[in-house]
C-alpha cells in the first residue's frame, strides 16, 4: 500500500469537517482535488471510507480504521517535526477547543496560568460547536476540548472508543439584565420571571441567547453572536440574554447576572482515552483549577 502524508492529511481533514467542501476550503484545495485524493486513499486501502450523505460524509467502518492510524503517523510526525525544531524537552504543543461561552474567562486565565507554572508550553485554541469540536477530537486534530452538557447528559457521539468527559463545572443557568431591570434585585429568579421579556439572542439555533425550552415565541429585540456585543446590549437596555454561570466574572458594567431555578448545565473538557501527555495533563489541571476558582468567584 503506497500512501502519501497529504493524502493521509487530507482524509483527517475531511473526518474532521464533516464535508468535502468544508476539508477543502480548509485546505486550500479545490473540492475536485479532495475527491480525487479520497479516491486514491479508497483505492490504495481497498475499501470504502466515506459514506457520502446529502448533508456531508460519515465514516464507515474501514473509515474509522484508516483515520485511527493516520492519526497515529500524523502525530508521530508532528512530534518529530518539534523535536528536530530543538523544542525544549519539557515543553510542547497541546491544542485545545472550546464553546464560545468558555472563551470568556476560563481558557484565557488557565492558559495563563500554565504558562506560569510552564513557560515552555505552548497552547493553541479554536472556537467550534460541539459537533465540530468533536469530530476535531476523534480526527486527532485536538487534544482536548472544553464542552457543554445538558441533562441528560449523554455521550457526545456514539463512535468507539468512548471519549473520556471530566466534569468541570455543574450549575445552572442565568441570565444577565441590565442593572436597572426588575430582575438585577432579585436573587434569583424562576423560567415564569422570564415569559414577556426581551431578548439579545444569538443569530444561530443552538447557541445560547433566549431561554433555552421557553414555551412561548420569544421576543427578540438584538442579535450578536459576540459575547461582548451581546452583554454590552443587555447593559444599554436592549434586553436580557441566557449566560452560563462562569460568564458573571466578566460581564462589564451596567449588567447583572441571576442565577435562573432549573436542571444544572455541565462544562466538561473531553478527550480521546487515550493515556494524557504531559502538556497536555499540565493544562488539564490549570483548566480544573481555574473552574473551581472561577465557581467560587461566583458563589
Not at 469540536?133 to 472544553?146: I, Y
Request: hydrophobic content about 50%; overall charge positive.
Amino acid at each position: 500500500m503506497d500512501l502519501s502524508i497529504t493524502v493521509l492529511r487530507v482524509f483527517r481533514e475531511v473526518a474532521e469537517r464533516g464535508t468535502l467542501t468544508a476539508a477543502a476550503t480548509a485546505l486550500g484545495y479545490t473540492q475536485s482535488a479532495v475527491s480525487r485524493q479520497i479516491a486514491a486513499l479508497e483505492h490504495a486501502t481497498d475499501a470504502i471510507l466515506l459514506e457520502r450523505r446529502r448533508d456531508g460524509v460519515r465514516l464507515t467502518a474501514a473509515g474509522h480504521v484508516v483515520l485511527r492510524r493516520a492519526v497515529t503517523v500524523l502525530a508521530e510526525l508532528d512530534a518529530a517535526t518539534r523535536e528536530l525544531a530543538g523544542l525544549p524537552a519539557e515543553g510542547g504543543t497541546v491544542r485545545l477547543g472550546w464553546f464560545a461561552s468558555a472563551g470568556a474567562v476560563l481558557v484565557p486565565r488557565a492558559i495563563a496560568a500554565l504558562h506560569r507554572k510552564h513557560p515552555a508550553i505552548t497552547v493553541t485554541t479554536r472556537e467550534g460547536g460541539t459537533p465540530a469540536l468533536v469530530r476535531a477530537l476523534r480526527a486527532g486534530t485536538l487534544d482536548m476540548a472544553v464542552l457543554a452538557a445538558a441533562p441528560p447528559f449523554r455521550p457526545f457521539d456514539t463512535e468507539s472508543p468512548p471519549l473520556r468527559v471530566m466534569t468541570l463545572t455543574e450549575r445552572s443557568l442565568c441570565v444577565a439584565v441590565p442593572a436597572t431591570h426588575p430582575l438585577a434585585v432579585a436573587p434569583s429568579v424562576s423560567v415564569e420571571d422570564l415569559r414577556g421579556q426581551r431578548w439579545v439572542a444569538s443569530p444561530a439555533a443552538g447557541e445560547m441567547g433566549v431561554w433555552p425550552g421557553l414555551d412561548e415565541r420569544p421576543v427578540i429585540a438584538h442579535t450578536a453572536r459576540d459575547w461582548l456585543a451581546k452583554l454590552n446590549l443587555v447593559a444599554a437596555g436592549g434586553g436580557i440574554t441566557t449566560v452560563p454561570t462562569l460568564l458573571a466574572a466578566s460581564v462589564p458594567a451596567g449588567v447583572k447576572v441571576r442565577p435562573v431555578a432549573g436542571e444544572p448545565r455541565r462544562m466538561v473538557l473531553a478527550r480521546l482515552p487515550d493515556p494524557l501527555a504531559g502538556p497536555a495533563a499540565h493544562l488539564a489541571d490549570a483548566l480544573r483549577q481555574v473552574a473551581a476558582d472561577l465557581s467560587e468567584e461566583v458563589g
